[in-house]
């Protein structure tokens, strides 16, 4: 790409601005399950069984799933005055923000399989929007930046406002949800989003391919099946799958390793968030220089070996004989020196694998990579639902019969070792 091609700094913030446009999924990811399915001591009431929920959680991200691909082969093939991407963001985003704020509105107030089935619809609803927001957002990437230096500044300014997602939904949300509860936390949240959707739709530019580069010609399995064919995305795709089902089930489960294990507030979730983004937010720069000096596939191979060790600590929270807000607090400090990699890479993985798929299919077709990775890993999401259901409801989730939730991180942990030993052999050092 020429030195004028380059995406002004304040452009290239607005683009990573964007990555909030998803901010309403952190709170559906970490709290619905506690709300419709609350432990004892929380004071809420049970809207729905905990099975049921898993299920529905399971269901929600199957249509996320299953949309992936479908999105990103019909946003590859799409030629607008607009582009092919944004129509795609403003109408999806439409779809989420309904769709996440409604979900906090329960018809009935008690345990219910009402509830189970609006939640169902809703989640349907939601993770379909998302996908069709999100996906094109990513597929900007590769078309935006050309450069291997290009894509790691655009996924950096990607993963900082990504710990500005984590300070929103780790920190700031469950003090909002003591003061405002969980729908008024929600139109918050969505008004923040919307703001970063307009960002991006208003102030990036997109690159108007040839009719030739788009991939008009192939249809839906045709595509599917040269992008399971390439075997770079394949030894990246796995690993970042198993790693999607680890951290979504220590998502879901930190509410109760709080309330339960610990004993204590809700709002002290944030105490695992807050030093995680903080020593997050200081060594992005430092990971920024490594990526480009030791290389891509070695900085993410070390952040997946290392966070192991924070998943693991989760699982004796309140046995250690300390106090538990320090042993939170500790934890978080550990999970954020090895966290930035896991969030800054990802795009930048696949931008390089599209690069590959250009040479071999002479066409660009960057979001259908997104779906495909879409697919696996929001299955992957949904199957952590289900699990994390499971371990609870069979195990124990109240105090003095916690088994469940510490489960939950022994199994999140021991998981992340099959995905280091498949990644060591993605074959791009760089």
């Not at 345990?111 to 900007?140: M, R």
């Not at 405002?180 to 008004?191: A, E, H, Q, R």
């Not at 990699?341 to 979001?367: C, H, Q, S, V, W």
């Amino acid at each position: 790409m020429m030195e004028g091609d380059k995406l002004s700094n304040i452009k290239a913030l607005l683009y990573g601005y964007g990555n909030l446009m998803g901010i309403g999924s952190a709170l559906i990811v970490q709290w619905l399950l506690y709300y419709y399915c609350p432990p004892k001591e929380s004071g809420l009431s049970p809207l729905a069984p905990m099975v049921a929920m898993g299920t529905v959680i399971l269901f929600g991200r199957i249509i996320d799933a299953v949309s992936d691909p479908l999105i990103g082969y019909w946003s590859d093939r799409t030629v607008t005055r607009w582009g092919r991407r944004k129509p795609f963001i403003v109408i999806g985003f439409i779809l989420m923000a309904l769709s996440q704020i409604l979900i906090w509105i329960p018809i009935v107030h008690y345990e219910s399989i009402i509830n189970v089935l609006y939640a169902a619809v809703l989640l349907g609803i939601f993770w379909f929007g998302y996908t069709a927001a999100i996906a094109p957002y990513l597929a900007l990437l590769p078309e935006i930046a050309t450069s291997t230096e290009e894509r790691v500044r655009l996924s950096a300014f990607q993963a900082f406002f990504s710990q500005i997602s984590l300070v929103i939904s780790g920190v700031i949300v469950p003090i909002l949800l003591g003061i405002l509860g969980f729908l008024n936390t929600s139109v918050v949240l969505t008004i923040i989003a919307t703001t970063s959707m307009l960002a991006v739709v208003l102030a990036i530019k997109e690159r108007i391919k040839s009719r030739e580069k788009i991939a008009t010609t192939m249809n839906l399995v045709e595509a599917v099946k040269a992008t399971a064919m390439n075997k770079v995305f394949i030894y990246y795709l796995v690993p970042t799958a198993i790693l999607v089902l680890s951290t979504t089930m220590l998502q879901m489960a930190l509410p109760y390793a709080v309330t339960v294990s610990a004993g204590l507030e809700k709002e002290n979730v944030s105490l695992f968030y807050f030093p995680l983004i903080i020593v997050s937010v200081v060594t992005l720069p430092i990971y920024k220089k490594l990526a480009v000096k030791m290389g891509k596939k070695k900085l993410y191979l070390l952040g997946m070996s290392m966070f192991i060790i924070p998943t693991l600590m989760l699982a004796l929270t309140g046995t250690i004989p300390i106090d538990p807000r320090i042993y939170l607090l500790t934890i978080g400090v550990i999970a954020g020196l090895f966290v930035t990699p896991l969030l800054m890479l990802p795009n930048a993985f696949i931008a390089d694998i599209t690069d590959i798929d250009e040479e071999k299919t002479g066409y660009r077709r960057e979001a259908i990579y997104f779906g495909t990775q879409g697919l696996i890993t929001k299955t992957m999401a949904g199957l952590a639902g289900v699990l994390t259901s499971m371990l609870l409801q069979f195990l124990g989730y109240s105090q003095g019969a916690d088994l469940g939730i510490r489960a939950v991180y022994i199994f999140g942990g021991l998981i992340l070792l099959p995905a280091i030993l498949i990644f060591r052999k993605y074959p791009l050092t760089k």
